[in-house]
């Protein structure tokens, strides 16, 4: 079954399990110290990916907007993508400001890179901000391509050649939550090794109350540890589907750092992996607090196993978000059914059976782009008993009436989306447990009498 | 004072203050590059006054995005189908961009109008369509001729203007379908609610006093909508049109071709939601000459059911102050009215969208000093915020933030609220809401509000 990832055969998308390329770019940006992200578009893509964004981490996101009309849409938006920069640093003072194409930008020709070069001549008297950026026309991709696309740009146009080699380890995380970001520089932190993480949202996108409003909120990557990547000792990155041309990938290329790719440190099998690199990296062995969590986590496993042994699964989202949930689903004994992501060209079949190695005794149905009417149409024969993704799936896990465990982006109907965790073994842990109480949930709810002793 | 600064100069014509001369404020501009606009777009104009209908397929044909962010996102409700609640489109690519997406577009509508059964699709265009040339006319002629259901295209490019021409396109695709179903059994004491959504089931509390007013609600346009009722409008005696201009349009044409008249309604309020159905009344009082009375009766009920429960909240709330952004400023004025019922006072009110004839109005009814601008920015909101000290903002998701970060009460006022705030019940809710916010006791913790404490403490000498 793994070898046929059967494409959607219909040709409308109803309820699409996927975003657009320019939101994913915005929230990389959006994980640079003083960065503003900025839309060359018309005004109406920023502020709905505004409200987009702010509903799942509950902070001020401000993206600018070259806010085209019909005129530069005739003329060329150069002019106005000038002027919202110019009107982005006096009222912000950024350091970097990120700008990424839209659809339509993208449509009628706008060259961002001669622009923006122009943009530097004519005003080469004024102290000027980094400016980075990105093509991301919302027709080629989905918010992941945006993403790394994204982070790729960060590193290959503010990489300094001359950096000197220095001792700090290039990290690009991908897609996670500000706090499982803050919980990777504490590992990294135990190691005795110190990160360079790219994007770094961990206080942009999860900060604290203040004294005062900060235009830009504090945090992120500082533009110069952007510029000084080509000196790092070594790259890491996670991801099972990503793009060949990767900041890690960037690096090794144009700069000779080592890059190692891993995939989402989720599940014991995937965490042993990165815990290992990470011992390489330092010389150092894995330190007795982790080795703790990890016995920790695997007596868990025991203890829960039971509650989840052979329970169905569906699981859906950003193909590498999905692979990770899935090779965890397959080491806890829970049977992934359907494997669905709105991406294409992932080679996610092949991404999911490596992933499970032989933990499976079945492998699941795995979907590439398709939107959550083709994952409903399959599901629904599987009988699903367990949900996995962002909220976007939860009218269909009620229809099934399964329970939905949240996990990625969007989390739109819970509180703390921006806290989750599942990462490292501490991650892990409470995605583990977070599984059993739904499932132990359910049985109590489902039973007449109410169980209260389980 | 405001830190004027946070002003950028091509905006401060757009910021006044009342009290300070004639008001002269700059609006319905196209939004400044870089400023960061609270403001969306054309097809967000239209996709908001659309969307509750609810037997209808709304296709968006275009990227991704343009749907996906307004897939369910609305508290619109629906006493039947939900069609309305799903996100569909023709999700353009690469490929489709180079050779014209008229193909896909064709069957992806046949596809889906097999698949769902609509009464009518609505085909929104976006940026995207409005620069390859799909003629979406013709599209939707030839899948009308195959279906049999009427499909309306909605010309809502999204970098043609702001919302309000969004609004005129909507406007215009529903007015295709006045006019295409039978009236003869609609009495002459009937009305069609205009510009009103639904949210949380408002639609349905307006809906209960007219009818205990002794009039039959022939359309709601659009909230719990149907389209078989849209083809219906002109056979109601009077339109009601709420809001800014979401559905004005529609209410003038209407008047136009099919001399039914108009007036302006707000359900917002105690005097206005009052005044509106005093309004209607005196319309049909000489048709129905116990419908004064009725209405008398009515407010005079609901009245007394949620004034003990109004006095509670603002015994609480005398003095406090509120600052308001909303999309259109008419929901601003009703709520300036409901702020002084809670003896609160508006210190900054703005909209995306006014009007001068707007603007000139809140001059007047604000009182003196009050900031009053026009499609503002979190940087201008957050300065006018601390300036005044407001105690409670009003606004959208958007802005929910801002007011946060600053440590000032929230109440979310725009369509993705789950709290009827419409009708007499909806009053109560609204203090209710504003209420919970401004009387919690955690702004005692968030570091703003910390300091002001520390700054009476020294005040009062308790400083060490």
């Not at chain 1, 027709?139 to 001792?167: C, I, M, W």
């Not at chain 2, 109008?113 to 976006?126: D, G, L, Q, W």
């Given at each position: 079954?793994?070898?046929?990832?059967?494409?959607?055969?219909?040709?409308?998308?109803?309820?699409?399990?996927?975003?657009?390329?320019?939101?994913?770019?915005?929230?990389?940006?959006?994980?640079?110290?003083?960065?503003?992200?900025?839309?060359?578009?018309?005004?109406?893509?920023?502020?709905?990916?505004?409200?987009?964004?702010?509903?799942?981490?509950?902070?001020?996101?401000?993206?600018?907007?070259?806010?085209?009309?019909?005129?530069?849409?005739?003329?060329?938006?150069?002019?106005?993508?000038?002027?919202?920069?110019?009107?982005?640093?006096?009222?912000?003072?950024?350091?970097?400001?990120?700008?990424?194409?839209?659809?339509?930008?993208?449509?009628?020709?706008?060259?961002?890179?001669?622009?923006?070069?122009?943009?530097?001549?004519?005003?080469?008297?004024?102290?000027?901000?980094?400016?980075?950026?990105?093509?991301?026309?919302?027709?080629?991709?989905?918010?992941?391509?945006?993403?790394?696309?994204?982070?790729?740009?960060?590193?290959?146009?503010?990489?300094?050649?001359?950096?000197?080699?220095?001792?700090?380890?290039?990290?690009?995380?991908?897609?996670?939550?500000?706090?499982?970001?803050?919980?990777?520089?504490?590992?990294?932190?135990?190691?005795?090794?110190?990160?360079?993480?790219?994007?770094?949202?961990?206080?942009?996108?999860?900060?604290?109350?203040?004294?005062?409003?900060?235009?830009?909120?504090?945090?992120?990557?500082?533009?110069?540890?952007?510029?000084?990547?080509p000196g790092a000792a070594a790259s890491v990155e996670?991801?099972?589907?990503?793009?060949?041309?990767?900041?890690?990938?960037?690096?090794?290329?144009?700069?000779?750092?080592?890059?190692?790719?891993?995939?989402?440190?989720?599940?014991?099998?995937?965490?042993?992996?990165?815990?290992?690199?990470?011992?390489?990296?330092?010389?150092?062995?894995?330190?007795?607090?982790?080795?703790?969590?990890?016995?920790?986590?695997?007596?868990?496993?025991?203890?829960?196993?039971?509650?989840?042994?052979?329970?169905?699964?569906?699981?859906?989202?950003?193909?590498?978000?999905?692979?990770?949930?899935?090779?965890?689903?397959?080491?806890?004994?829970?049977?992934?059914?359907?494997?669905?992501?709105?991406?294409?060209?992932?080679?996610?079949?092949?991404?999911?059976?490596?992933?499970?190695?032989?933990?499976?005794?079945?492998?699941?149905?795995?979907?590439?782009?398709?939107?959550?009417?083709?994952?409903?149409?399959?599901?629904?024969?599987?009988?699903?008993?367990?949900?996995?993704?962002?909220?976007?799936?939860?009218?269909?896990?009620?229809?099934?009436?399964?329970?939905?465990?949240?996990?990625?982006?969007?989390?739109?109907?819970?509180?703390?989306?921006?806290?989750?965790?599942?990462?490292?073994?501490?991650?892990?842990?409470?995605?583990?447990?977070?599984?059993?109480?739904?499932?132990?949930?359910?049985?109590?709810?489902?039973?007449?009498?109410?169980?209260?002793?389980? | 004072?405001?830190?004027?600064?946070?002003?950028?100069?091509?905006?401060r014509a757009q910021v006044f203050r009342s009290g300070?001369?004639?008001?002269?404020?700059?609006?319905?501009?196209?939004?400044?590059?870089?400023?960061?606009?609270?403001?969306?777009?054309?097809?967000?104009?239209?996709?908001?006054?659309?969307?509750?209908?609810?037997?209808?397929?709304?296709?968006?044909?275009?990227?991704?995005?343009?749907?996906?962010?307004?897939?369910?996102?609305?508290?619109?409700?629906?006493?039947?189908?939900?069609?309305?609640?799903?996100?569909?489109?023709?999700?353009?690519?690469?490929?489709?961009?180079?050779?014209?997406?008229?193909?896909?577009?064709?069957?992806?509508?046949?596809?889906?109008?097999?698949?769902?059964?609509?009464?009518?699709?609505?085909?929104?265009?976006?940026?995207?369509?409005?620069?390859?040339?799909?003629?979406?006319?013709?599209?939707?002629?030839?899948?009308?001729?195959?279906?049999?259901?009427?499909?309306?295209?909605?010309?809502?490019?999204?970098?043609?203007?702001?919302?309000?021409?969004?609004?005129?396109?909507?406007?215009?695709?529903?007015?295709?379908?006045?006019?295409?179903?039978?009236?003869?059994?609609?009495?002459?004491?009937?009305?069609?609610?205009?510009?009103?959504?639904?949210?949380?089931g408002e639609t349905w509390i307006i809906k209960d006093?007219?009818?205990?007013?002794?009039?039959?609600?022939?359309?709601?346009?659009?909230?719990?909508?149907?389209?078989?009722?849209?083809?219906?409008?002109?056979?109601?005696?009077?339109?009601?049109?709420?809001?800014?201009?979401?559905?004005?349009?529609?209410?003038?044409?209407?008047?136009?071709?099919?001399?039914?008249?108009?007036?302006?309604?707000?359900?917002?309020?105690?005097?206005?939601?009052?005044?509106?159905?005093?309004?209607?009344?005196?319309?049909?009082?000489?048709?129905?000459?116990?419908?004064?009375?009725?209405?008398?009766?009515?407010?005079?009920?609901?009245?007394?059911?949620?004034?003990?429960?109004?006095?509670?909240?603002?015994?609480?709330?005398?003095?406090?102050?509120?600052?308001?952004?909303?999309?259109?400023?008419?929901?601003?004025?009703?709520?300036?009215?409901?702020?002084?019922?809670?003896?609160?006072?508006?210190?900054?009110?703005?909209?995306?969208?006014?009007?001068?004839?707007?603007?000139?109005?809140?001059?007047?009814?604000?009182?003196?000093?009050?900031?009053?601008?026009?499609?503002?920015?979190?940087?201008?909101?957050?300065?006018?915020?601390?300036?005044?000290?407001?105690?409670?903002?009003?606004?959208?998701?958007?802005?929910?933030?801002?007011?946060?970060?600053?440590?000032?009460?929230?109440?979310?006022?725009?369509?993705?609220?789950?709290?009827?705030?419409?009708?007499?019940?909806?009053?109560?809710?609204?203090?209710?809401?504003?209420?919970?916010?401004?009387?919690?006791?955690?702004?005692?913790?968030?570091?703003?509000?910390?300091?002001?404490?520390?700054?009476?403490?020294?005040?009062?000498?308790?400083?060490?």
């Amino acid at each position: 079954m793994t070898n046929n990832p059967a494409a959607k055969n219909a040709v409308s998308t109803t309820n699409a399990c996927k975003l657009c390329t320019p939101l994913g770019a915005s929230l990389a940006f959006k994980g640079v110290e003083g960065a503003v992200p900025f839309l060359h578009g018309s005004q109406g893509c920023a502020t709905y990916m505004r409200r987009y964004i702010i509903s799942h981490f509950r902070e001020p996101i401000d993206i600018a907007s070259s806010a085209l009309g019909e005129k530069q849409a005739v003329y060329g938006g150069g002019p106005n993508l000038k002027k919202g920069i110019l009107n982005v640093m006096k009222k912000y003072s950024p350091s970097l400001v990120g700008v990424a194409s839209t659809c339509l930008t993208e449509t009628i020709g706008d060259d961002m890179g001669l622009i923006l070069h122009e943009f530097r001549e004519e005003f080469s008297d004024l102290d000027l901000p980094e400016v980075v950026h990105v093509s991301t026309p919302s027709y080629q991709g989905t918010h992941s391509d945006g993403f790394h696309r994204a982070v790729h740009a960060l590193t290959d146009q503010l990489a300094d050649p001359e950096a000197e080699k220095n001792e700090r380890i290039a990290l690009f995380p991908g897609m996670v939550s500000p706090a499982e970001i803050r919980l990777l520089k504490d590992i990294f932190r135990e190691y005795g090794l110190t990160p360079t993480v790219l994007p770094d949202i961990s206080d942009t996108l999860d900060g604290p109350a203040l004294e005062d409003y900060e235009p830009v909120a504090s945090g992120g990557t500082p533009v110069a540890d952007i510029k000084a990547l080509p000196g790092a000792a070594a790259s890491v990155e996670f991801g099972s589907c990503l793009p060949r041309e990767s900041g890690g990938t960037c690096l090794e290329k144009r700069f000779g750092v080592l890059n190692t790719r891993l995939p989402i440190p989720l599940g014991v099998r995937a965490c042993d992996d990165f815990y290992d690199a990470l011992a390489e990296l330092s010389g150092s062995c894995i330190p007795r607090r982790y080795e703790q969590e990890r016995g920790r986590l695997v007596d868990a496993y025991v203890d829960g196993h039971k509650y989840v042994f052979g329970k169905r699964a569906v699981v859906y989202g950003e193909e590498n978000l999905v692979v990770a949930l899935t090779a965890f689903l397959a080491e806890i004994g829970v049977q992934p059914v359907l494997v669905g992501t709105g991406a294409e060209g992932k080679r996610l079949a092949e991404a999911v059976e490596s992933a499970c190695g032989d933990l499976l005794r079945e492998q699941p149905l795995v979907r590439e782009g398709v939107d959550f009417h083709d994952i409903a149409e399959e599901a629904e024969a599987l009988t699903p008993e367990l949900v996995l993704g962002n909220s976007k799936g939860q009218r269909y896990a009620r229809a099934w009436n399964a329970p939905l465990i949240r996990a990625g982006f969007p989390i739109h109907d819970r509180f703390g989306g921006q806290r989750l965790k599942g990462i490292g073994y501490e991650g892990t842990q409470e995605l583990f447990d977070r599984i059993v109480n739904a499932l132990i949930d359910k049985k109590q709810s489902d039973s007449p009498i109410g169980w209260g002793y389980i | 004072m405001t830190n004027d600064s946070t002003i950028l100069d091509e905006r401060r014509a757009q910021v006044f203050r009342s009290g300070s001369g004639d008001i002269d404020i700059a609006c319905n501009r196209q939004s400044l590059a870089g400023a960061v606009s609270q403001r969306a777009c054309v097809f967000c104009g239209s996709r908001v006054v659309l969307y509750p209908i609810a037997d209808a397929l709304h296709l968006v044909h275009g990227p991704v995005g343009c749907a996906a962010y307004t897939w369910d996102i609305r508290g619109a409700l629906s006493s039947g189908p939900e069609l309305h609640r799903l996100s569909f489109t023709t999700d353009l690519r690469e490929k489709d961009i180079i050779f014209g997406g008229e193909p896909k577009l064709e069957a992806a509508l046949l596809e889906l109008i097999e698949r769902n059964k609509p009464k009518a699709a609505f085909v929104y265009s976006t940026c995207i369509v409005g620069l390859i040339g799909d003629d979406m006319e013709a599209v939707c002629r030839r899948v009308e001729e195959k279906t049999g259901i009427p499909v309306l295209p909605v010309q809502s490019e999204g970098f043609k203007g702001s919302k309000r021409e969004g609004y005129l396109a909507a406007c215009k695709a529903m007015f295709r379908l006045v006019g295409t179903a039978d009236i003869s059994d609609v009495p002459e004491l009937s009305v069609n609610i205009f510009g009103d959504f639904n949210i949380a089931g408002e639609t349905w509390i307006i809906k209960d006093y007219l009818e205990r007013m002794g009039l039959t609600v022939v359309a709601s346009v659009t909230g719990d909508g149907r389209v078989d009722d849209i083809r219906r409008i002109h056979g109601a005696s009077l339109n009601m049109v709420q809001c800014s201009g979401a559905t004005l349009d529609l209410a003038k044409m209407i008047e136009e071709k099919f001399g039914k008249p108009h007036c302006r309604v707000s359900w917002l309020g105690i005097e206005d939601m009052a005044e509106s159905l005093y309004k209607v009344a005196e319309h049909f009082a000489h048709l129905d000459p116990g419908i004064m009375e009725r209405t008398a009766d009515l407010v005079r009920s609901e009245l007394g059911k949620i004034m003990p429960g109004l006095a509670r909240y603002r015994a609480d709330l005398e003095g406090k102050k509120a600052a308001v952004y909303v999309g259109g400023a008419f929901k601003a004025f009703s709520l300036i009215k409901s702020f002084r019922h809670l003896g609160m006072e508006v210190a900054v009110v703005g909209s995306q969208t006014g009007t001068k004839e707007d603007y000139a109005e809140l001059a007047e009814v604000t009182d003196p000093g009050t900031i009053i601008v026009d499609d503002a920015n979190p940087l201008e909101l957050q300065e006018f915020i601390k300036e005044k000290d407001v105690d409670v903002f009003v606004g959208g998701v958007k802005e929910r933030p801002i007011a946060f970060k600053l440590g000032v009460g929230f109440c979310d006022h725009n369509h993705e609220r789950k709290i009827p705030l419409e009708g007499f019940e909806g009053m109560l809710n609204f203090a209710r809401e504003v209420h919970a916010s401004a009387m919690s006791p955690v702004w005692n913790f968030v570091p703003r509000r910390e300091a002001r404490h520390r700054d009476v403490g020294k005040e009062c000498g308790h400083d060490e």
